[in-house]
């Protein structure tokens, strides 16, 4: 996974597969990675209708080590890690002091004192230097092993039948978030039973040597069942009609968890004082200006974008942070921040295309919910 010069991109140890499959690469946070395979709606319905496999051999992986891990991790996340048992992970922030996120991640507690932690691509570096400087001076340790591993999710109803064929280590059932040690060709993959499109499955993490025979394996072994590689552009439409936020989008320093509407992470009775923990509880009592919504067009009409302004009748009210067409709601769908006035279901809210006005309604999050859990 190694870039070939300063200026070109990192590329994943599955990349010869994709190119193998015929699919259109692009750049995302400083990696060659594909975008599209076939089409984002082909791609993306067959992700609710069936499974997919995607690569995400891009996110970054911290490993937390120590006999005082537990202690650390605590004092540095606003959730409860000590209520986390082995065998188990929780979604959690990185903050500043001022409660901005600098990041979201997965810990997972993979044995009683060692501690994976999934991150974002973008902040992998950011992330990994600012475990360093809060744990200096503890006993325990914080390692960057993204060089080392890769990754992959297979999402959809078929997932779990499809990686059970193939890894029989993982439970028939099993609890969401667990995350379990598999083998493949001898050595340890990691299991984790979560995802980032709203539907059943697991993201998997194997030493990059093994990439390429996972990969082939669990394509070969969900062929039957309609499984298929696909790319970023379906996974950011998945993410976005289950209202998963994106770092850079709807998450970043300048917002806390309370605009995001992730308050629910924040543990606000453990009795460890994290950073940022001050300010929340202020914002908490003071209220938030402005808060994330989901909303829906109302009518045929080019798809949201990044950037674009929304309106409440002539006022500009705040801006879309993510926005598409969802083939799975036959609709164009997106998420932002306004005014926390207008933050209620049914409000009614426009964005301009090329001068032309186009309505949308605030919805309830998330736009789309799997039927069975």
Known sequence: MQASSPFSLRTSPLDDRHRKWGARMGE????????????VAEETLAVRQRAGLFDISHMGELLVCGPDAL??????????VTALPTGRGRYSLLLQEEGGI????????????????????????TDFRWFSAKLGGSETTVTDESERWGGMAIQGPEARRILRSLLPEVPEAWERRAIVAASWKGAS????????????????????????????ALLEAGASSGLRPCGLAARDILRLE??????????????????????????WEKGASFPGKRALEEKRLRGTEISLVAFTVDRPAPPPRTGYELWSGETAVGKVTSGGFSPTL???????????ALAVEGT????????NRYGAVVKAAPLYRRRTR
């Open 28 to 39: 995302f946070a400083g990696w060659s990675l594909p975008i599209v395979y076939t089409s």
């Open 71 to 80: 202690d650390q991790l605590d004092r540095l996340l606003p959730s409860n």
């Open 102 to 125: 600098i990041d979201d991640l997965f810990v997972y507690r993979i044995e009683p004192s060692r501690f994976w932690l999934v991150v974002n691509a973008s902040t992998t570096q």
């Open 189 to 216: 993959v990691w299991v984790a039973h979560t995802g980032y499109t709203g539907e059943d499955g697991a993201e998997l993490f194997f030493p990059v040597s093994l990439g390429t025979s996972l990969w082939d």
């Open 242 to 267: 289950a209202c998963l936020p994106l770092n850079g989008h709807e998450l970043s320093p300048e917002l806390t968890p309370m605009e995001a509407r992730l308050a629910w992470v924040v543990d």
């Open 330 to 340: 036959g609709a164009a769908i997106g998420m932002g921040y306004v005014r926390s």
């Open 348 to 355: 009614r809210l426009a964005y301009v295309v090329r001068g």
